[in-house]
T-cell receptor, first 116, second 111 residues
Framework: SQTIHQWPATLVQPVGSPLSLECTVE??????LYWYRQAAGRGLQLLFY??????ISSEVPQNLSASRPQDRQFILSSKKLLLSDSGFYLC???????????????FGDGTRLSIL | AQSVTQLDSHVSVSEGTPVLLRCNYS??????LFWYVQHPNKGLQLLLK??????LVKGINGFEAEFKKSETSFHLTKPSAHMSDAAEYFC?????????FGAGTRLAVHP
């Protein structure tokens, strides 16, 4: 069966520090991968998605970047964190299909990021 | 533009009473539709999905949803609420290589 892992579960970082959040998927090949953010009391904001190694689509221009160095690994990064980067970060995967948007996404347990 | 509207940001019910969470979508065709549940500090869990088969879709934990094309709706229901159903619920529709989510409905269940 397929599983998705995100770490760390919680993270406290000072303003201006770098960030690296990692997400890995097991039990499937060539998944579509997604990074979302939830600000406190808000809905889901899609940040990045990837349909293959090295292929990254950015939904919202901002202080963050994403990379996909391996088929089932998705990394969210920042060189200098801002206070506004605080939130709950979720990684998700879906099966690779010609119409990928019609497949359900499966979510990790998230990373709670607090910027001080 | 494709969109999903969850008509209620908060719904409060008593334990044992029915649950209705409303969702409307905008589209010129019948999209794939999904309901997810999110408990505090957890990821989203898929409750059910509609992919143009039966219009009444049964999901996990006693939830079901009915696709009504004429109303462009996909409301989530449950006959009898449990305390454990208290959570945030998200409706979503398929888009190009991604899902489009509604803003969410927070369900409170009172004893």
């Amino acid at each position: 069966s397929q599983t998705i892992h995100q770490w760390p579960a919680t993270l406290v970082q000072p303003v201006g520090s770098p960030l690296s959040l990692e997400c890995t998927v097991e039990g499937t090949s060539n998944p579509n991968l997604y990074w979302y953010r939830q600000a406190a009391g808000r809905g889901l904001q899609l940040l990045f998605y990837s349909v293959g190694i090295g292929q990254i689509s950015s939904e919202v221009p901002q202080n963050l970047s994403a990379s996909r160095p391996q088929d089932r690994q998705f990394i969210l990064s920042s060189k200098k964190l801002l206070l506004s980067d605080s939130g709950f970060y979720l990684c998700a995967w879906s099966e690779d299909r010609p119409t990928g948007g019609n497949q359900p996404q499966h979510f990790g347990d998230g990373t709670r990021l607090s910027i001080l | 533009a494709q969109s999903v509207t969850q008509l209620d940001s908060h719904v409060s019910v008593s334990e044992g009473t029915p649950v209705l969470l409303r969702c409307n979508y905008s589209s010129s065709y019948s999209p794939s539709l999904f309901w997810y549940v999110q408990h505090p500090n957890k990821g989203l869990q898929l409750l059910l999905k509609y992919t143009s088969a039966a219009t009444l879709v049964k999901g996990i934990n006693g939830f079901e949803a009915e696709f009504k094309k004429s109303e462009t709706s996909f409301h989530l229901t449950k006959p009898s609420a449990h305390m454990s159903d208290a959570a945030e619920y998200f409706c979503a529709r398929g888009g190009y290589n991604k899902l489009i989510f509604g803003a969410g409905t927070r369900l409170a269940v009172h004893p």
